[in-house]
């Protein structure tokens, strides 16, 4: 079994940047592709960032040119780096860790809150 753990959540004014980290418990990331949702109250999760295994990235548009997705797999650690961040930002932060073959593999961190005040 797999252990994700997001940390790096915080209060943080308009404009400000805060870095979210997952740690896995075990080396999947050399292997797995992995995403950051976010959940705002009242509203259904949905996909900030992603990187593949290879290291290709994907952003949703409320992130484009202020979100970065990178990663030390040396650390079994992905990494969102948020800048000038807006109050819309505000929510839960999820980490996701998806292995895909004959089977799929899944794993959840239990998330992390990234509040933004105005």
């Known amino acids: 079994q797999v252990q994700l753990v997001e940390s790096g959540g915080g209060l943080v004014q308009a404009g400000g940047s805060l870095r979210l980290s997952c740690t896995a418990s075990?080396?999947?990331?050399?292997?797995?592709?992995m995403a950051w949702y976010r959940q705002a109250p009242g509203k259904q999760r949905e996909l900030v960032a992603a990187?593949?295994?290879?290291?290709?990235?994907n952003y949703a548009d409320s992130g484009k040119g202020r979100f970065t997705i990178s990663g030390d797999n040396a650390k079994n650690t992905k990494y969102l780096q948020m800048n000038s961040q807006k109050p819309e930002d505000t929510g839960v932060y999820y980490c996701?860790?998806?292995?895909?073959?004959?089977?799929?593999?899944?794993?959840w961190g239990q998330g992390t809150q990234d509040t933004v005040s105005s």
């Open positions: 996701n860790g998806v292995i895909q073959g004959i089977r799929q593999y899944k794993w």
């Open positions: 990187i593949t295994s290879g290291g290709s990235t």
């Open positions: 075990r080396n999947i990331f050399t292997i797995a592709s």
